[in-house]
């Protein structure tokens, strides 16, 4: 890489748009590639009344996935959940409250380190409602796909 | 510290945003398969952010009365870049803890790579353009990310010392929609690097009046005039009244006074009125009328305190610019929306980055053209300004 044509810090700009280095996929192995994942309840998109769903997103089966946040795109309520991954490992101990989740695409609730899903596995989601009326929700995923790649010298 | 970004060796990158116009589509319909086409000549593109599904997709306002739009991005070889279509607002329903629909763009990370002559794909469905303001000329998608360029970056290896700076504002006076205005900014004394852009708006403050059968009449103060007051009364009820008008410079008041017949009815047209606004020196100094049905009867009152407008945040579309870099090449494909564009923190999108910043030797110009995008007469005349921020190079 040219050290010449090297990116100044630009302080004003949000993470995405400064760029994130990606080493070469020739020499990692691997390539990521941005893939969000939406997720709404079944029933159209609605938690019933009161009700406790256990639900889940399947993963795709080309490639892992790695989730780095999440955000509220709709909600006409409040609500909680609770996400787990395929081998059972728990994100939070205990439901999340909405109302502690970002709802701005610009600016989701992070996950740091990103965690990773394996192809063809699962995001398990309990979610319940709290606003004790039927509650339309979409929850998105910011997330990217990570595909292997043939390793050999770089051209 | 995080790694700065670096292109591959022998290629460097400029900022660009590709622009989909969306003003054109029909509201409630389903547009699939969608594009915008990377032409060559400019490279290849690396998509970073996405403004503007809020501008072009209906909002969720409720299950059985609008289930809100949705979008779906796909990669150069028309992959989907999401597991399903995605809603652009965020937290749509009021009642959820009282927050408002959100108007907001996204980022793509790490970001998406699109050849040059291939084509960002994407479809939408349930369409609403501008759902605020209803002005469908502001629909518009924004691609924001770099073109990446054979060569080497055109920025001289120069010792330098590299403070804070911030140029005095690109000012121009908005006018009625579809109107191009050019303005620049010398860059004086040192070269200038281009960071960020900020961007507030003076509109003029207006009054307006009139009802059935009556002249619409719309007052708009000049920019910049100091307050002033507009009484009209049609004299309805008072019988034999003469029409007069009288404006005062020292007390900052126009008065006006409708004539009616020996009955009390009141007869002044919006003519009238109009011709003698137009013949008062001070009434033309501090703002302009516009009458709609002239021959119309007068409206019945109107009293209001008028201003020359203050400086504010800009918190709805005027116009779409189109930002040039040192030696003129555009820095988009289109004009982009003022919104999109626009750095300030108390602003909607917050985001008027450069990324990288722009390069403008001494002796250059920053030059902007302003596309006006304003529909509703009483918003003509705004006036924005645009800050531009970044570094000075002092040679050491």
Request: net charge negative; aromatic share 12%; with cysteine.
């Amino acid at each position: 890489m040219s050290a010449g044509n090297q990116y100044p810090m630009n302080q004003y700009a949000p993470g995405y748009l400064q760029g994130v280095q990606q080493p070469p996929p020739a020499l990692t192995g691997r390539e990521d590639r941005p893939y969000d994942i939406p997720y709404e309840p079944p029933n159209d998109g609605v938690i019933p009344a009161g009700a406790l769903l256990v639900d889940f997103v399947g993963i795709d089966t080309d490639a892992d996935v790695y989730v780095a946040g999440y955000y509220i795109a709709i909600a006409e309520g409040q609500f909680e959940f609770q996400l787990t991954d395929s081998q059972g490992y728990q994100l939070t101990k205990g439901f999340v409250n909405s109302n502690g989740v970002a709802v701005a695409a610009s600016d989701p609730t992070l996950l740091s380190p990103a965690h990773p899903f394996p192809a063809g596995g699962k995001i398990l989601i309990e979610i319940r409602d709290l606003s004790g009326l039927d509650n339309k929700v979409q929850l998105v995923f910011k997330a990217w796909k990570r595909f292997r790649v043939k390793v050999g010298p770089q051209q | 510290m995080p790694q700065l970004y670096t292109p591959p060796e022998g290629f460097y990158d400029l900022p660009f945003t590709w622009v989909y116009d969306a003003s054109a589509l029909t509201d409630g319909s389903d547009y699939p398969n969608q594009f915008v086409y990377i032409q060559g000549g400019y490279g290849d593109f690396i998509l970073r952010r996405v403004a503007g599904m809020t501008r072009v997709l209906h909002a969720f306002t409720g299950v059985g009365f609008n289930e809100g739009g949705r979008y779906l991005l796909y990669d150069a070889q028309g992959r989907p870049l999401q597991g399903g279509p995605i809603c652009p607002w965020s937290n749509n329903f009021s009642i959820f803890g009282g927050i408002a629909p959100i108007e907001t763009d996204f980022g793509m990370v790490p970001e998406v790579f699109y050849k040059e002559t291939s084509n960002i794909k994407f479809d939408l469905a349930n369409v609403l353009r501008d759902t605020d303001h209803g002005n469908a000329l502001s629909a518009q998608i924004a691609f924001q990310g770099v073109r990446r360029v054979a060569g080497t970056v055109q920025k001289p290896n120069m010792k330098a010392k590299t403070p804070y700076f911030g140029y005095d504002p690109i000012v121009a006076a908005i006018g009625p929609a579809g109107s191009v205005i050019t303005r620049r900014r010398l860059v004086t004394d040192y070269p200038f690097e281009l960071y960020n852009l900020l961007i507030l708006v003076t509109v003029p403050d207006s009054a307006q009046g009139g009802g059935e059968s009556q002249s619409t009449v719309t007052i708009k103060a000049t920019i910049g005039v100091a307050d002033y007051t507009v009484d009209i009364d049609d004299n309805n009820g008072t019988p034999g009244q003469v029409f007069s008008f009288v404006s005062d410079p020292v007390t900052r008041t126009i008065t006006v006074r409708g004539a009616t017949d020996g009955g009390g009815s009141p007869t002044t047209t919006g003519t009238e009125l109009g011709n003698a606004w137009n013949a008062d020196a001070f009434a033309t100094s501090v703002g302009s009328i516009t009458i709609d049905n002239l021959p119309g009867l007068l409206m019945p009152d109107l009293f209001q305190v008028l201003t020359g407008g203050t400086l504010g945040i800009l918190d709805r579309p005027y116009a779409k610019l189109m930002l040039y870099d040192q030696h003129t090449v555009q820095t988009a494909s289109a004009p982009v929306l003022d919104l999109f564009m626009d750095g300030n923190q108390n602003g909607v999108y917050k985001t008027g980055a450069l990324v990288p910043p722009l390069w403008y030797r001494k002796d250059s110009q920053i030059q902007i053209d302003f596309t006006s995008i304003i529909v509703d007469p009483a918003l003509e005349g705004a006036v924005l300004q645009v800050y531009p921020i970044g570094r000075q190079y002092y040679p050491c």
